[in-house]
C-alpha cells in the first residue's frame, strides 16, 4: 500500500528532511571533534525524530488499511502485525 494522503506524506516528507540535517550535523561534530555528551544528545534527538516519523508513518498506514474497506479484518491485522515487526 502507498501512502496517499497528501498532507501526511508532506509532513513525513518535511520530517524526514529534518532528520537528514540532524544527521549532518552531528557528522559535522564528529568531524570536529566535539564532546561526546553532546554528540550523544544529538544522536538521541535523531533517534526521536526517526521514531515520531515512523509512528506517524504507521498510523497513516493503519488509517489507509481500514480505509480502504476491502480487507477483512484478519487482513487487516496481518498486515499491521507485518508492518510493526518491520520496527523489531
Excluded at 21 to 33: D, F, K
Excluded at 47 to 52: L, M, W
Amino acid at each position: 500500500m502507498k501512502l496517499s494522503d497528501q498532507s501526511a506524506k508532506a509532513d513525513l516528507l518535511h520530517r524526514v528532511r529534518r532528520i537528514e540535517g540532524q544527521a549532518r550535523g552531528v557528522a559535522r561534530m564528529i568531524e570536529e571533534n566535539r564532546d561526546c555528551n553532546e554528540i550523544l544528545q544529538q544522536l538521541a534527538a535523531v533517534r526521536s525524530a526517526a521514531h515520531k516519523a515512523t509512528v506517524m508513518l504507521v498510523r497513516s498506514y493503519a488509517t489507509e488499511c481500514v480505509a480502504a474497506g476491502d480487507s477483512s479484518p484478519e487482513e487487516i491485522a496481518k498486515a499491521l502485525a507485518t508492518a510493526l515487526s518491520r520496527l523489531a
